[in-house]
Every structure is written in C-alpha cells, then in structure tokens.
T-cell receptor, first 109, second 114 residues
Framework: GQNIDQPTEMTATEGAIVQINCTYQTSGFNGLFWYQQHAGEAPTFLSYNVLDGLEEKGRFSSFLSRSKGYSYLLLKELQMKDSASYLCAVCSNDYKLSFGAGTTVTVRA | IAGITQAPTSQILAAGRRMTLRCTQDMRHNAMYWYRQDLGLGLRLIHYSNTAGTTGKGEVPDGYSVSRANTDDFPLTLASAVPSQTSVYFC?????????????FGPGTRLTVT
C-alpha cells in the first residue's frame, strides 16, 4: 500500500518562507509531484522530482531524498495568493499517483 | 474548449439513481483519470485509461464504471448512487501514462447523494 504524510495546516506571514514536508512509503517509486489547489478549484502542477536534490522554479523549490522517502516544497517570499492547499503525490511502479491529504497554507498580512 | 471540461458542475442526486459525470479534453492526451476528493483523505484514484479503448481500476473502483470510446471523452457512471459517494470528482489527463507526465485536472463536479 501507499502511505504519504504531510502536515494538515501551516500558517505564515506575507514575505516569509514556508517549508512543507512530505514523507512517503510506497510500492516502488517513479517520481514525486507537488500540486497547488486553491479552495474550490482544480489542482495545478507545481513540480516534479525523480532524482535526489533541489529543483528551483522561481519562488518555489522542491527537494527530494529517495533514500529517506522525503520531499519538501519551499515557498519563498510568500504572497497572499499563495494561500492554498499543497498536495504531495508519489508515482509508483504502475505509474499511478498516490496523493497525500494535502497541507493547507494560510498566508497572513 | 481549452483543456479539460467536466459536467455538471454540481449535482444533488437521490440514493439509488444512476448518474454519469462527463469529462472531455481537447489536448489529445492519451491517458485519463477519475479521482474523488474527500476532506482529510486527499485525492483517490477511481478508474483510469492509458489510451482510448482501455480502462483500469484504481484504488476505489467499487460502485463506479468508466468507458473510453475515443481519445477525448472519459465518462464516469454511478450505477446506483449511495450517500458514501458524496464527494468532489475530478477528471484529469496526461499526455502519456508514464512517470514524468504531469496531470491536468478539470474543474471538478461536486456530487451530493441524499
């Protein structure tokens, strides 16, 4: 089975940095995705990691350690529009995604 | 049409009724997926299709069926709805079924079974 854990909620101040952790135990590993989902909307793709290390994309970065079954999403220079849920998803051997329950980030002024 | 569309946007359905949720994409993607999203549980895969003419079962397929007669359409049918099927349903697609292909999600259908 798949087990993907991420914190339920996080709160941060506008302009700050927030790190969302994701740990996973899955049957096989073919990469890890991060998606952003605003309330009442569809998830949208943020990042994909398949090799260890840090992938930077503007204000957002994603890190992966396969040996530790661990990833994080780093959001820098937080803006009010970053208030959303962030979903960690692991691609397993059958190329299907298993999602964590999501982390709701609230950005306060 | 741009991307993925779903219909209806929301629906209230009496238990025992049959319902088909529609999903159409115009990106010529080979792979399509149906998920349900429930509070505290995240997205769970119901059924998928790697290419037109093929379908497969996901994590929670019971009570649901799908068909993939062509590339663009992937309808999800609830044969006899039950209250536990109250959820938000998302259709998604990706260019291929492989590991690195990001999935694009439709706007969702909010279904309430009473």
């Amino acid at each position: 089975g798949q087990n993907i854990d991420q914190p339920t909620e996080m709160t941060a101040t506008e302009g700050a940095i927030v790190q969302i952790n994701c740990t996973y135990q899955t049957s096989g590993f073919n990469g890890l995705f991060w998606y952003q989902q605003h309330a009442g909307e569809a998830p949208t793709f943020l990042s994909y990691n398949v090799l260890d290390g840090l992938e930077e994309k503007g204000r957002f970065s994603s890190f992966l350690s396969r040996s530790k079954g661990y990833s994080y999403l780093l959001l820098k220079e937080l803006q009010m529009k970053d208030s959303a849920s962030y979903l960690c998803a692991v691609c397993s051997n059958d190329y299907k995604l298993s999602f964590g329950a999501g982390t709701t980030v609230t950005v306060r002024a | 049409i741009a991307g993925i569309t779903q219909a209806p946007t929301s629906q209230i359905l009496a238990a025992g009724r049959r319902m088909t949720l529609r999903c159409t994409q115009d990106m010529r993607h080979n792979a399509m997926y149906w998920y349900r999203q429930d509070l505290g549980l995240g997205l769970r895969l119901i059924h998928y299709s790697n290419t037109a003419g093929t379908t497969g079962k996901g994590e929670v397929p019971d009570g649901y069926s799908v068909s993939r007669a062509n590339t663009d359409d992937f309808p999800l049918t609830l044969a006899s709805a039950v209250p536990s099927q109250t959820s938000v349903y998302f259709c998604a697609s990706s260019a291929e079924a492989g590991a690195s292909y990001e999935q694009y999600f439709g706007p969702g259908t909010r279904l309430t079974v009473t």
